[in-house]
């Protein structure tokens, strides 16, 4: 799908960067369909993907808080990862 | 399930520098759905794949063996966090299998960090920093390009470009892409990460409910000790 395409046209473009904008979350696109510039929109992506980013983090430090008790409580750890098999 | 991941790490680990995985992307997914979006949709063969069911429970089977290899590592110091997120990150571009360009460029860098010094030595490929004026003779070229071939005009404004820099900055091996393939990346890798959040969530949550319950029983035992004496 990715072949080179020679010249890229308008409409390729316009219909990435709606692809783009339907997966932005909901909340921002809902107050107006029209205000969406392409570059609006491409500063919308890179805030979303920062903030992905940052909850990646996030659940990676609370992740490895719960990683160490779960030594502590070893018929846990079984428990747990027979579960999530 | 494992041995495929174990194929597709091999075979872009052996390409070394060179991102380009042959000519033809092939997007064999699981879903006979997402063939049927094909590349007009504008939801995207991308959601339709992240969303499943599927990818986020061989992604949650992934990060588990991911984060047990960390445990086995380092085992009585708590895992660093960064140790977390570099596994969760590599095991969601196994996950990918490959198939874009930014999960390509995890797994290589997670080989790099391994065995940068024989790259280095096999030709010098990996450069961090392009020469100034390899890049300087770049974006003149990029710029006559641009304007001789009609390029679509909400490309040629500044902002826009800009904007598109910082894009190319923030999804993984993605620096130098032009928009169409940049754009194509970054709908993939949006919907990658949402589903990177979301099973890391889930896998939190659930082990914070089990130490809860672990430490109402062992509080329920002493009690009960307690009360036989």
């Known amino acids: 799908m990715s072949s080179r395409r020679g010249r890229i046209t308008d409409e390729e473009i316009n219909e990435l960067i709606s692809k783009l ?9 809902r107050r107006a369909a029209s205000r969406s510039s392409a570059s609006k929109l491409l500063k919308e992506t890179c805030g979303y ?24 409580n070893s018929p846990q750890a079984e428990i747990i990862r027979s579960l999530l098999r | 399930m494992i041995s495929i991941g174990a194929g597709s790490s091999s075979s872009s680990s052996s390409s070394s520098a060179g991102v380009r995985m042959g000519g033809a992307k092939r997007r064999g997914k699981p879903g006979g759905a997402a063939a049927a979006a094909g590349s007009a949709a504008a939801a995207g063969p991308a959601q339709t794949k992240w969303r499943s069911g599927t990818q986020e429970r061989i992604y949650g089977r992934r990060l588990l063996d991911a984060l047990r290899a960390t445990r086995s590592g380092a085992p009585h110091p708590q895992p660093r966090p ?10 969601l571009a196994l996950t990918a299998r490959g198939q874009s360009r930014w999960s390509r460029a ?3 860098a997670g080989a790099a960090t391994c065995r940068r010094r024989v790259l280095v030595k096999a030709g010098g490929k990996i450069r961090r920093h392009p020469r100034p004026q390899a890049r300087a003779a770049a974006a003149a070229a990029k710029a006559a390009a641009a304007a001789s071939a009609g390029e679509p005009p909400v490309l040629r404004e500044r902002k826009v470009k800009d904007r598109l820099r ?13 928009a169409p393939d940049l754009l194509e990346e970054t709908a993939d890798y949006v919907a990658a990460l949402e589903m990177q959040v979301k099973a890391m969530r889930a896998l939190a949550d659930a082990l914070a409910a089990a130490q809860l319950s672990s430490n109402r029983q062992q509080a329920a035992g002493d009690d009960e000790a307690d009360m036989e004496r």
Not at chain 1, 21 to 29: M, N
Not at chain 1, 49 to 72: A, F, G, N, P, Y
Not at chain 2, 82 to 91: C, E, G, I, L, N
């Open chain 1, 21 to 29: 904008q339907a997966l932005l979350p909901e909340s921002s696109r």
């Open chain 1, 49 to 72: 993907i920062k903030s992905l980013h940052q909850e990646v983090d996030d659940l990676s430090d609370r992740l490895s808080e719960l990683m160490s008790t779960l030594d502590d």
């Open chain 2, 82 to 91: 960064r140790a977390v997120k570099d596994a969760a990150d590599s095991a």
């Open chain 2, 106 to 108: 995890i797994l290589l």
């Open chain 2, 166 to 178: 910082v894009l190319g900055r923030l999804v993984p091996g993605c620096r130098k892409l032009q």
